[in-house]
């Protein structure tokens, strides 16, 4: 019941996001009144959920580096502060950007509970908003100027152009809606994945992995919102900010659904990968924003007169204010939580530089004598630890994000009851399974010494030359390792109640 309860408020964000975003999807369907509410309502919550289940694990796991939530509780307030800024912005019938929302929330979580937030992704996704409009926009004149052509050639009949205009609303709609499932559900559950409650299980011979179940409970929350509350902004959408044709409608709808599928589709960067063509990257974008986009690239194509510049200008403000809120809605419960309810909402981590964290820093082209100097202190928090880093070295932001990572302290055990029930045989090759193995009974204190011995065990756990090619391969196999730290770390609770004041006991692995 109490695993039932932390979800609660992902599944309050899901029917919050289904509320809001699905007018994205189907707004300028509805608002044209091409197709009927009920119609477009059924369509995408069943897209929904199978978008969110089959292609949900790739923005996801952009968002978990950003800041990884590490205890249920914290996940359940970081969830309902993004839901509750969601829902505030819905009352105003104003399209949110939830992707905002909950990276807000998130980034309130880390200055509350004093972990670093990763520049790098953060960036990446804050410059996906701004090219996310922008694509949109762009995609949708190109679209659209296509459309009037082949009208123009084909000089179809009006009720022959009527028929056709519902049909491709209602099969872009059901598109779009696979894509935001694909991308959002990681706004929905995505801070429950580092402590995802549901393990794999098997039905009629498939394996159906715990975060697939995760996202399918997110998939269906988030139709309960379109069916229940999302008929109003789909109206705003659909005729506040510019009156649409009905082909126009069209265009906006491909526009923003393409536009979702090309930051949420892993397929899709596996094949320009392949190629050696750049990728985009898999985060989550704000189908609101893409939508809008869209509109705005057709009544800019038009001339911009008929643009409601003062509608445009509240869902600006909106977006602006989403992520702000977000963050300090969610440093405020997270204390009210902690103080008054008692209820953990971090796992605490304790940082500590040795010699084997300076070797292996040095394997990884990492030298500075400051480290030297920084030996044998205990750090409760990555912030001290990174204040101390900037003070006694001179390295740069991304090398002390890897020493804040390879300084962590922890207790992992590999447990051959872990490997039979929750290692998913279709993810990992034979041989992958077979390095598990061999290491069982193992313990580390340090994550990346158990990585080094699983790529001693095989071939298959070494990652390949950083390029273009071995991207894909690479990122696959740090999701693995990444699920692999999950699954055998030990009893983090009880650790955190035996904080050491001297150095740690040297770890299983340098004892051999």
């Known amino acids: 019941m109490d695993v039932i309860f932390f979800l609660s408020s992902g599944l309050f964000l899901g029917w919050s996001l289904g509320a809001n975003d699905a007018a994205n999807v189907f707004g300028t369907a509805v608002g044209t009144r091409m197709v009927k509410f009920r119609t477009a309502a059924l369509v995408c919550s069943v897209f929904i959920v199978l978008g969110a289940v089959v292609s949900g694990a790739g923005a996801a796991h952009t968002l978990g580096r950003l800041g990884a939530v590490n205890a249920l509780a914290g996940a ?18 104003l399209p949110v950007s939830t992707s905002q929302a909950i990276v807000g929330a998130i980034i309130g979580w880390n200055i509350h509970t004093s972990a670093v937030t990763d520049a790098q992704s953060l960036i990446q996704i804050v410059l996906t908003w701004i090219a996310c409009p922008l694509l949109a926009a762009g995609v949708a004149i190109g679209l659209y100027l296509a459309l009037v052509r082949f009208v123009k050639y084909r000089r179809p009949h009006l009720l022959e152009i009527d028929a056709w205009t519902r049909l491709g609303l209602l099969a872009a709609g059901a598109f779009g809606s696979y894509s935001l499932g694909a991308n959002n559900i990681a706004n929905v559950m995505g801070v429950f994945l580092p402590d995802n409650p549901f393990r794999d299980i098997e039905l009629w011979g498939i394996t159906i992995s715990g975060a697939r179940q995760l996202f399918a409970l997110g998939g269906l929350a988030i139709s309960v919102g379109v069916f229940t509350y999302s008929e109003r902004v789909m109206r705003t959408v659909g005729g506040g900010l510019l009156r649409l044709s009905p082909l126009a409608a069209l265009v906006v709808v491909l526009a923003q659904s393409l536009t979702l599928f090309l930051f949420a589709s892993q397929g899709l960067e596996h094949f320009l990968a392949g190629l050696g063509l750049p990728t985009f990257p898999l985060v989550p974008v704000s189908s609101s924003q893409a939508v809008v986009g869209a509109i705005l690239g057709i009544g800019l194509l038009k001339g911009g007169k008929d643009i409601r510049y003062g509608v445009l200008g509240e869902i600006s ?86 020493v804040i990572n390879v300084a962590q302290l922890g207790h992992w055990r590999v447990d051959a009851a872990v490997i039979a029930g929750e290692l998913d045989r279709d993810w990992y090759t034979a041989d992958q399974l077979r390095g598990v193995r061999t290491l069982v009974g ?44 999950q699954a055998f770390r030990v009893n983090p609770e009880e650790e955190e109640s035996q904080e050491p004041e001297t150095a740690p006991r040297q770890p299983v692995e340098q004892q051999r």
């Open 442 to 485: 193992r313990e580390y204190e340090r994550a990346w010494a158990l990585r080094r011995d699983l790529a001693a065990t095989s071939p298959d756990w070494l990652p390949r030359p950083r390029t273009k090619l071995h991207r894909i391969h690479n990122k696959e196999l740090d999701q693995k390792l990444a699920f692999l730290e």
């Open 76 to 93: 359940f307030t970081v969830a309902l502060a993004a839901a509750l800024t969601t829902l505030w912005m819905t009352r105003l019938n």
């Open 317 to 402: 403000l909106g977006w602006l204010a989403t992520p702000v809120l977000a963050g300090v809605m969610a440093f405020v419960l997270l204390f009210v939580v902690e103080n008054v309810f008692d209820q953990r909402v971090n796992r605490n981590v304790l940082y500590w530089i040795d010699a084997s964290v300076i070797t292996e820093l040095a394997e990884d082209g990492i030298r500075d004598d400051g480290l030297q100097r920084l030996e044998g202190k205990n750090r409760s928090n990555a912030v001290r630890l990174k204040d101390d880093l900037e003070r006694e070295t001179k390295l740069s932001d991304e090398a002390i994000l890897k």
